[in-house]
């Protein structure tokens, strides 16, 4: 569970730092490999971050740390003064009003009502499956502040996969690098505790791609971020989405 400590509102600084929430209520989507890679590039652009796991499995935590390390103390600063890593506790992440905040949230429904409070911007991941589709667009739909679908482990071979790009484009933008899932690159990433980019230059292109764009800028105020109609027809072969999802067989509503 998700520990909060009640402060007065006058001892409570106001942020001036980004807040992204990484989140989908479906487990599995990839949202440890997209939190821990975000962390990666903040601290390689040197900007002041902190990586909060509030997910119970604590993925994200072990893998920021050293090989042979493991997540003991809720709050660890790994010795730099421009990464943090604090885990559930919510009035640790107070203490860095001007940090970048980067939350893997916990599957949980609670989380959008939670972080809807203090999120700047919300990235939901999102795998070619239908269940996992379904799952993106109903947080989507219950989200207060800006957000984007990020395509991750997504395989375009799959039969409809043109079906899900069209319902979740209907809904929300959608970011423009796919994380093509790799299975042996995000393994030997994980083992070795480094970036993706570290271990293929193909998939580390995408995922910097995506960490620049949170890291490095307003994430909500970037349209050439986000993927078109006429990327959906040069990338996807989509011509018309509306059509696709139209006579889709699976209802998103």
Not at 38 to 60: C, G, M, N, T, W
Not at 168 to 189: M, P, R, T
Request: contains cysteine; glycine residues 4%.
């Amino acid at each position: 569970m998700l520990k909060t400590i009640k402060t007065p509102k006058s001892s409570i600084p106001t942020r001036t730092g980004k807040f992204i929430a990484i989140y989908n209520s479906k487990g599995g989507v990839g949202k440890t490999e997209i939190s821990r890679n975000l962390a990666h590039r903040a601290i390689e652009l040197r900007r002041p971050v902190v990586l909060f796991d509030v997910d119970s499995q604590k993925d994200s935590s072990t893998l920021m740390l050293p090989v042979g390390k493991v997540m003991q103390p809720e709050h660890f600063d790994f010795e730099r003064s421009e990464f943090v890593l604090v885990t559930q506790n919510f009035a640790d992440v107070r203490a860095y009003p001007e940090r970048i905040i980067i939350a893997d949230c916990p599957p949980q429904h609670e989380s959008v009502e939670l972080f809807s409070k203090v999120a700047d911007f919300w990235i939901i991941p999102v795998g070619c499956d239908t269940q996992e589709v379904q799952h993106a667009i109903e947080v989507a739909k219950r989200v207060a502040q800006p957000f984007a679908f990020v395509l991750s482990r997504w395989d375009l071979d799959v039969e409809q996969s043109d079906e899900f790009i069209s319902a979740l484009f209907a809904v929300g933008k959608i970011f423009g690098s796919v994380l093509h899932q790799d299975n042996a690159v995000v393994a030997e990433a994980r083992a070795k505790r480094l970036p993706i980019w570290d271990i293929d230059d193909e998939l580390g292109e995408m995922f910097s791609n995506l960490a620049d764009w949170v890291v490095g800028s307003q994430c909500s105020e970037h349209e050439d971020c986000f993927l078109n109609e006429d990327d959906l027809d040069e990338l996807f072969g989509i011509q018309d989405f509306e059509d696709i999802r139209n006579r889709s067989r699976i209802r998103y509503e």
